[in-house]
């Protein structure tokens, strides 16, 4: 089965819209298209007509500082993420989550936004930009521009909010000031799939023994990627002591939806990973606030 | 977009554009350029890297359109990028070890392709282009990298010959030849102690330059004229019996060339190894036994179309209940999968009496292991081309590991006399024993012979996994009877073997996992029954290790239950029982020779001690500042037999020829799948005549021009092919002597071959100077040997059931993450007896890729299959090791030659893979009390383990 017909690779916003708009049905968005290219070669995703690359697209490329935001436009490669000064800076539990996802070949193409738009639970990038409070900017060739909460995005398990005539545009976080750190941790297993059983990201504010402010991102803890608001709120005020950090797991256990994936890992081994995982990226947060 | 422009290799080329086209067919199809590989199609392997824009990326990923506008290079423009852009001083250029030949014409390689050459990384090649690339783009962003670096950079370019640590020794000694303009350091390498001119030196391959340079072909690189391309339609069903078949739509289909159907075979419908019970197509009413059975074949004029039509054929069966277990299969009620039940063969071992050797024990130890089915994960997937010659006959390309078995097979389908049918042996990209079964040989045969025109057949990965033999998943009772003292007094097995839908080498592989399920031990009273059964799984056969890695991780893991019971040292366990010369094994053998066990487990113990630093390596110890992560080691002997044995003769021919241009060339049809017999070939070739191997030439697995080496299995290639060669090159060299005896009347014994010239009576005759004076003399040069190995008995009768053992020991440290029930292998001590170490370099990346895949097989590898369906059908579902999980591997040859093996050489093929699995399994044990019975091991398991039953 031909993959495409047609594919065409834009050069602004503007002209994606409109090849959107205008191109023989069915059209698709493409970034990297690591997983996508093979969802189709696999029967995995219904066949395209059009594949609407979004790698040329100049306003989708930058890293950079947007007043009080970094910036990073969703067609950057993971590798590049990696190796940003301003990403490690700013939101290092990005570029370590980046740094896990897939092999060096796989992270010199695909993309961050390409890792969101696919809108799995569990994505590594997406977690981390969950813990980072980012905003989502998407391009609407009806509605033009706007800023939505990443959260906002995710319907459910490989569903996103994102319309067809709609582009994820770049991600807005805002810059890390003193005291506040973040970090990223996942567990794996060597059989099956190469997709975390567990992941976490936790970003924090530090006012000298006590957390002022907290994000904590886990998957798949549901459907969708997810914070623990519940613990997050059972930290925030608190010295990050044994007790405090039992205390708020407690809470993160009895919100959180883990599932049983056959062959992978049980909802209780999953319980008891997430357990691990708190303490340590807590830990290495913390540690990183000073 | 409707044209691509792009530089490859530095040179410009525009192309239309071409529908869903990815930048591995642009490069492979439209450019030749076919040394970058395609290996799986799914971003996993890393065979397909290129570097676009100095970046590597998987060009199987990648849509060609994108790389418009870009640099690309590949594999074939890594050694003009040395020569262009990095050689500063003509110093540099000079050291690296000078030009090599390719293709008649000398080259200067980049140091990377250099010292994969020296070191040995490449073997079978396939992954090859891969690894250089992506070590090519490390190396220019970071001309000194550390081994962490180096194995971050190559975390997903696998490797299934698993010459990892090599290849990372590789890298490093570009990197620092690159950056001082020095030569490529030498690998440090353990050489055999009996000194020969060539045997047990380092010599390297005589297909490394074609390897590294993107320029060996493998069969899918292969085109011919007007060629059609084939695809199978797959039962996809389990089990079942086909009710209707329509072909009509796909045959309709503009582009199709034929489509045939059960009805279309001329001959016999059944193939097999052994037990003809496999249709080449199943027909109208017969019955489906496994999800890969094929129902129809098409031949058309693009891959594309093939596919297409396949999915155009209807086909509907009537289901019939599933068997997918082997002790499901021997319940009486259970469906009958074939005429003759589904009980392929029960396998007995007895020796002594059972109830005196129970009664004679102080202790009494029984308990069941289960072991997962694997799969070989060649990393080339199969092919097969045939090619219809004017004068009746037909070519077929392939990759197999039994060339003359594959004649066979296809001429009794064709209905025609073998020697109609010419198999051209092509390079593989690794076999392990799964190229010795028919792929798409027969298919793509009768798809020539009916369109007349030369047909493709690639299997793409999904194909290649759902349809190829595997490794036998066993279920393995152990009850095992010992003094006090350690001293073994009975061991009694019970094994079942999934053999799957057909019986391919099944009965042979589960006859060598009962023989060997009592361990390398001598005990007086042996009893073992195995049950290999048919089930609606894929089929199962050969898989290096061949039954004994399953029999090994049950028996072995037992001796570690019994020397914890008896409180005894574990090593000390295996020592006192081990084999040794005088023994008599659980057949009645009585080992004459070459029983270099002890030693394997005095060295490996030595090395153990040395390396952990304590004298209680057994002994869990937490990493200081981590106290959740604790280590210990563990410790795994085995035994494996070299050849055929049971009474199979065991047969190999090989016939060496001089040139006049003083090039000998040696011929047999044995097999090279990347585990070094051409190496092998010349180096017994070169030592015979005292000449350089580089003008040794080997020709392999072609069915017309080499005489018959047997099947390439059982790790018998370095001893009968091995022997052939050698006495086939011992007479070439008497009748050159004696030709030059008789010219310058000297006595034969006056004659003295050194580093390729003769020296007579104070004369110095070049090699290619004898030939031409031979055939003066009306005698042609060369020379047909065809050895048969000592004889062997059946198993059953006593006396000899094989002609050598290889022994081995080793020893594993792991250290597990008792938070989360994670684990890695920290590092494997490998102590092999070998006979005689013939060639060093291929031998160590025999033991890497031996104690990787054994590795694989405890940590990472399970070929999952429920009712019937394959769940891991793609390799990003079935993952095999890669460079990040390697430990360090520390390779001991120990060698007690065997009397008939060449020079005292014996196979090693598989034992290097055996006693990985336990030693892993048992190191765990002992770190965390968690003992492993059934494969692989399940990190949640291991965690629920430890946290409710506390060692």
């Known amino acids: 089965m031909t993959r495409w017909q047609q594919y065409l690779q834009p050069k602004t916003v503007t002209e994606a819209l409109d090849a959107l708009a205008h191109s023989p049905e069915p059209t698709l968005l493409i970034a990297g298209g690591t997983d996508l290219l093979l969802d189709l070669d696999q029967g995995r995703h219904p066949p395209v007509h059009t594949l609407v ?98 959260s906002e995005i995710f319907l459910g398990p490989g569903k996103s909010t994102l319309a067809k005539d709609e582009l994820l545009v770049g991600f807005h976080l805002p810059l890390k000031n ?25 970003w924090l504010e530090r006012d000298k023994d006590q957390i002022a402010d907290v994000r904590v991102a886990v998957g798949p803890a549901g459907p969708k990627p997810w914070r623990a608001l519940s613990a997050e709120s059972g930290l925030r005020g608190q010295h990050p002591d044994n007790k405090t950090a039992t205390r708020a797991l407690e809470l993160l256990l009895s919100d959180a939806q883990f599932r049983t994936s056959p062959r992978r890992a049980s909802a209780d081994y999953r319980r008891h990973l997430v357990s691990v995982l708190f303490k340590d990226t807590l830990q290495a947060a913390w540690n990183r606030a000073l | 977009m409707n044209e691509i422009t792009l530089t490859v290799n530095g040179k410009k080329h525009t192309l ?14 439209r450019l030749n350029l076919t040394g970058t590989k395609i290996g799986c199609e799914e971003a996993e392997c890393g065979s397909c890297t290129v570097l676009v824009d100095g970046e590597p990326v998987l060009s199987c990923v990648y849509p060609a359109v994108r790389a418009d506008g870009k ?48 070191h040995g990384a490449v073997q079978c090649g396939f992954c090859i282009p891969g690894q250089l690339m992506t070590a090519y783009a490390l190396l220019k962003r970071n001309p000194d990298p ?17 010459g990892y640590p090599t290849i990372e020794n590789s890298i490093l000694a570009a990197a620092q030849s690159l950056r001082t303009g020095d030569p490529i350091a030498p690998p440090k390498i353990q050489l055999s102690a009996e000194k020969h001119q060539v045997i047990g030196q380092v010599v390297t391959r005589p297909d490394a330059v074609e390897k590294v340079t993107g320029q060996a072909k493998f069969s899918d690189d292969i085109k011919f004229d007007g060629m059609l391309y084939a695809a199978v339609k797959r039962a996809g069903i389990p089990h079942g019996i086909l009710r209707r078949l329509d072909i009509s739509k796909a045959r309709a289909l503009p582009g199709v060339v034929t489509v045939l159907t059960a009805e279309d075979i001329p001959g016999e419908h059944n193939h097999g190894l052994v037990v003809y019970d496999w249709p080449a197509i199943v027909g109208l009413n017969e019955r489906v036994r496994y999800v890969g059975d094929s129902v129809a074949i098409v031949a058309a004029e693009t891959q594309e179309i093939a596919e297409q039509a396949v999915r155009l054929i209807e086909a509907e069966f009537e289901l019939q209940p599933v068997v997918s277990n082997p002790v499901q299969a021997r319940q009486p009620e259970s469906p009958s999968l074939h005429e003759s039940g589904n009980l392929l063969k029960h396998i007995k071992v007895r020796k002594g009496n059972m109830e005196q050797g129970f009664a004679d024990a102080d202790v009494i130890m029984e308990h069941t292991f289960h072991t997962a089915t694997t799969d070989h994960a060649f990393l080339e997937p199969e092919c097969s081309i045939a090619v219809p010659l004017p004068n009746g006959r037909m070519e077929i390309y392939v990759g197999s590991q039994i060339p003359y078995e594959d004649r066979q097979q296809v001429a009794r389908v064709l209905d025609w006399p073998e020697d109609r049918i010419r198999i051209v042996g092509q390079l593989m990209g690794g076999g392990f024993g799964g190229k010795e079964d028919i792929a798409g040989q027969i298919h793509a045969a009768m798809l020539a012979n009916v369109t007349g025109r030369p047909v493709k057949l690639l299997f793409d990965r999904h194909e290649s996994l759902l349809v190829h033999p595997k490794r036998h998943a066993t279920q393995i009772k152990v009850k095992v009877g010992a003094k006090k003292n350690g001293c073994l007094t009975a061991v009694e097995t019970e094994l079942y073997g999934d053999t799957g839908a057909y019986a391919s080498l099944g009965d042979k592989v589960m006859t060598r996992a009962t023989t060997h399920s009592a361990g390398p031990y001598e005990i007086p009273h042996v009893r073992a029954d195995c049950y290999a059964m048919y089930t609606n799984n894929p089929p199962a056969g050969a898989f290096r290790g061949f039954g004994v890695t399953q029999s090994a ?18 090593v ?8 040794h010369v005088g023994s008599v094994t659980n057949t009645g053998q009585v080992l004459r020779d070459s029983v270099g066990l002890t030693e394997c487990i005095d060295k490996v113990e030595a090395e153990m001690i040395r390396l952990s630093g304590t004298n209680d390596p057994f002994k869990p110890r937490p990493v200081a500042g981590a106290p959740h992560l604790v280590r210990a080691w563990g410790f795994a002997a085995g035994y494996k037999n070299t050849g055929l044995g049971g009474g199979a003769p065991d047969k190999a021919g090989a016939e060496v020829e001089l040139y006049t241009d003083g090039v000998v060339e040696v011929r047999t049809s044995s097999a090279e799948l990347g585990q070094g017999l051409v190496t092998v070939l010349r180096m017994i070739v070169a030592e015979e005549l005292s000449m350089p191997p580089e003008k040794v030439r080997v020709l392999v697995m072609d069915t017309d021009l080499t005489p018959d080496g047997g099947p390439t299995t059982a790790s018998r290639q370095t001893y009968v092919t091995g022997n052939a060669a050698r006495m086939a090159t011992q007479t070439l060299r008497a009748a050159m002597t004696s030709t030059l005896a008789e010219k310058y009347d000297q006595p034969p014994e006056k004659i003295r071959y050194i580093e390729g010239l003769a020296y007579v009576d104070g004369h110095i005759v070049s090699m290619g100077d004898i030939a ?25 009768e006593g006396g000899d059931m094989h002609f050598a053992f290889a022994f081995a020991a080793q020893a594993a440290e792991v250290e597990v993450n008792t938070n989360t029930g994670e684990m890695r292998v920290l590092n494997v001590i490998a102590a092999n007896d070998v006979g005689r170490i013939v060639n060093p370099l291929g031998l160590e990346g025999q033991v890497e890729g031996g104690v990787m895949m054994g590795l694989g097989n405890a940590l990472t590898e399970n070929f999952i299959v429920e009712e019937g369906r394959v769940v891991t059908d793609r390799l990003a579902r079935y993952r095999i090791p890669g460079i990040e999980m390697t430990p360090n591997i520390i390779p001991i040859m120990v060698e007690h030659p065997t009397k008939d093996g060449p020079y005292g050489a014996k196979g090693v093929g598989e034992i290097v893979s055996i006693p990985t699995t336990p030693a892993i399994t048992n190191a765990i044990y002992n770190a965390v009390g968690v003992r492993v019975d059934s494969l692989p091991v399940d990190q949640e398991q291991i965690l629920w383990g430890l946290k409710y039953s506390p060692k």
Not at chain 1, 185 to 201: D, E, S, T
Not at chain 2, 553 to 570: C, N, Q, R, T, W
């Open chain 2, 772 to 796: 031409v004076e031979m055939k003066k003399g009306g005698q042609e040069p060369r020379a047909l040997y065809e050895y048969w190995a000592p004889e062997t008995k059946p198993l059953g």
């Open chain 1, 178 to 202: 003193k005291n506040q750190a973040s970090a990223f941790k996942r567990i794996m297993r060597p059989q099956g799939v190469a997709l975390p059983i567990i992941n976490m990201a936790i």
């Open chain 2, 71 to 118: 640099e690309i290079v590949t594999i074939e423009g890594l050694a003009a990028e040395f020569t262009a852009k990095s050689a500063k001083n003509a110093k540099q250029e000079l050291n690296l070890g000078g030009l090599r030949e390719l293709s008649g014409s000398k080259v200067q390689l980049h140091p990377l392709q250099e010292a994969f050459i020296q």
């Open chain 2, 553 to 570: 991780f049950a028996v072995e893991s037992m001796m570690d239950m019994l020397a914890e019971k008896l409180d005894i040292d574990p």
């Open chain 2, 572 to 579: 000390e366990l295996r020592r006192m029982n081990a084999l």
């Open chain 2, 146 to 162: 550390s081994r962490e670096e180096i194995r971050y950079a190559l975390k997903d370019t696998l490797c299934r010959c698993a």
């Open chain 1, 53 to 150: 690359d979004v790698n040329s697209i100049r306003e989708m490329q930058p890293i950079e500082i947007h007043g009080s935001e970094l910036f990073i436009g969703a067609s950057v490669p993971h590798s590049k993420i990696v190796a940003s000064s301003l990403v490690a800076d700013h939101a290092q539990a990005l570029a370590e989550a980046c740094n896990l996802i897939g092999g060096p070949q796989v992270r010199n193409v695909a993309t961050l936004g390409g890792n969101v738009a696919h809108a799995l639970p569990a994505a590594d990038g997406t977690i981390a930009l969950m813990a980072l409070n980012a905003q989502a900017e998407i391009a609407s060739s009806t509605k033009g521009i706007r800023q939505i909460p990443l």
């Open chain 2, 16 to 29: 239309p554009a071409k529908p869903g086209e990815m930048l591995a067919a642009l490069l492979r199809e």
